[in-house]
């Protein structure tokens, strides 16, 4: 089934620990995103790449960051994780720009830093 | 600053009960609208885009509707299947950014 996979489902990390969520999609989409989604606060974006090569900063980048070196991948690391980015991160793609294309989101990692 | 405001946050209706959801925006020059649904420990599901006020989509027993400033997401006859949490979202002017709303969760009762 086409669709964008995260793994993995959920981890729990020590503080200062280096983590890297990872994301496929196998729908050829040209752009992708990484949220955060926070009870009371919803989902902010966190970096995204409207095409494999570029990226850019989102809402929410510091502490985060991104590559993507194809289509089909987007990673997403912290390079030592704190308390406050406890959280449930989604990829999403979408076909073209994201302004006039829906998001299709994989179905989260929920992270916890102790 | 472009905001997007759900409400209520939570709804609880009777299987049956037919309703309404709102999603209020500030963005300047609207680029669409977005709703999503959301299941819990799932990802969104996107739903419906809606572009200009006067716009209407449906969708089962979902119909989103669109003004100048709000949209509405009706529900009609809903069922326990409908039971989630539905998010809007809208691009925000000059930027890259989709902001959504907190959304509203709804529960219907059978």
């Known amino acids: 089934i086409a669709g964008i996979t995260q793994a993995p489902t959920s981890q729990i990390l020590a503080a200062g620990r280096r983590m890297t969520l990872r994301c496929t999609q196998d729908m050829r989409h040209n752009a992708m995103y990484w949220y955060r989604q926070d009870l009371g606060l919803g989902l902010r974006l966190i970096h995204y790449?409207?095409?494999?090569?570029?990226?850019g900063k989102g809402e929410v980048p510091d502490g985060y960051s991104v590559s993507r070196a194809n289509t089909d991948d987007f990673p997403l690391t912290l390079a030592s994780a704190v308390p406050s980015q406890t959280s449930v991160y989604f990829c999403?793609?979408?076909?073209?720009?994201?302004?006039?294309?829906?998001?299709?989101f994989g179905n989260g990692t929920r992270l916890t830093v102790t | 600053e472009d905001q997007v405001t759900q409400s209520p946050e939570a709804l609880r209706l009777q299987e049956g009960e037919s309703s309404s959801l709102n999603c209020s925006y500030t963005?300047?020059?609207?680029?669409?609208l977005f709703w999503y649904r959301q299941d819990p420990g799932k990802g969104p599901e996107f739903l419906f885009t809606?572009?200009?006020a006067g716009e209407e989509k449906e969708k089962e027993r979902l119909k989103a509707t669109l003004t100048k400033k709000e949209s509405f997401l009706h529900i009609t006859a809903p069922k326990p299947e409908d039971s989630a949490t539905y998010l809007c979202?809208?691009?925000?002017?000059?930027?890259?950014?989709?902001?959504f709303g907190k959304g509203t969760k709804l529960t219907v009762n059978p």
């Open positions: 979202a809208v691009p925000q002017g000059g930027s890259e950014k989709l902001v």
């Open positions: 963005v300047s020059g609207l680029r669409g």
């Open positions: 809606l572009y200009s």
């Open positions: 999403a793609s979408s076909e073209g720009d994201r302004l006039n294309s829906p998001l299709h």
């Open positions: 790449s409207n095409t494999a090569g570029t990226t």
